[in-house]
């Protein structure tokens, strides 16, 4: 009988330790179950876009202030098109060019998270973008914006190139997490910086998300098995044949890539070692 089987009984007593239920994302004292954040720009549609961020299963969701402040082609109705009382906003500076305007729209985004019901949000993710052709951020620009900001008691999610020493400076100015660049935004290119990356996890203290640049969920898992917290994801998603299946695998490779990681991968070897034991082989 199948009961009786050894293989059966070992079974049995391994515990279930693929349980991450307890394995939470903290970010200025709030947590959060998904370690997966999605944008919610460049959808068809916003039934599109609902539809692909709850296949996702992520909690924080990013809305670009000044689009939604101006009404700008695409996020007209954006801030009453998701139930906050579901998300939680996270509403980012993206379009500002200097450290003062990061400063002028990340105010406004605050505002904008009370209108919406959020009255205790005090979370920006903040970019300074000058460059219009590579859409890299600027270090100078973001370290100023950001020191003002943490001031203002903002809890600052700071976009950045993969740069250790920028991202031990921001931690140290007081910004919450650091938000290494992947590739450039929406150039699905992948994980490009990965030795970066993995210093950045290293002698971080605060959460490390990768941000930008991610065009596949193999990309994404991998990701999380340098040691990342969490991902940003928009592009990827939104651009897709079919955004839901892709927000859906989003989610499915952010937590398999973060289970990896918790399991500890087996070391690499220059030969070949054997799967099965060489004592009790038949010799003739």
């Known amino acids: ?69 101006t009404n700008a082609a695409g996020h007209e109705g954006l801030g009453e098109a998701i139930n906050w009382s579901k998300y939680w906003l996270l509403p980012n500076t993206a379009g500002c060019q200097t450290a003062d305007e990061a400063v002028r729209v990340a105010r406004l985004g605050r505002e904008m998270a009370k209108i919406l019901g959020q009255e205790d949000n005090n979370f920006v993710k903040l970019e300074v973008i000058p460059d219009l052709k590579y859409l890299l951020p600027d270090p100078l620009g973001t370290c100023k914006a950001a020191e003002q900001l943490v001031k203002e008691g903002f809890a600052v ?36 910086n990965a030795a970066n990356i993995s210093i950045i996890i290293e002698e ?42 892709m927000g859906r695998a989003m989610g499915m490779a952010t937590e398999a890539g973060r289970t990896a990681y918790l399991s500890g991968r087996i070391p690499i070897k220059a030969y070949a070692s054997a799967s099965s034991p060489l004592t009790g082989l038949v010799k003739n």
Request: proline share 5%; aromatic share 4%; hydrophobic share 45%.
């Open 1 to 69: 009988m199948i009961a009786s089987s050894p293989f059966f009984t070992l079974s049995n007593q391994i515990s279930d330790s693929t349980d991450l239920s307890d394995d939470l994302l903290e970010i200025a004292g709030r947590k959060f179950r998904s370690r997966l954040m999605t944008g919610s720009g460049k959808y068809a549609n916003f039934d599109v876009m609902r539809q692909a961020i709850e296949a996702s299963g992520c909690e924080i969701v990013t809305v670009a202030v000044r689009r939604v402040q």
């Open 157 to 192: 999610l700071p976009y950045i190139n993969a740069d250790p020493r920028l991202a031990k400076t921001l931690e140290e100015i007081g910004c919450v997490t650091v938000m290494p660049l992947g590739s450039p935004i929406g150039s699905g290119q992948g994980i490009n």
């Open 204 to 245: 971080a203290k605060v959460p490390v998300v990768v941000d930008a640049g991610i065009g596949v969920p193999s990309e994404a898992a991998a990701a999380m098995e340098l040691g990342a917290a969490a991902l940003l994801v928009n592009t990827a998603i939104a651009c897709a044949s079919n955004p839901v299946a």
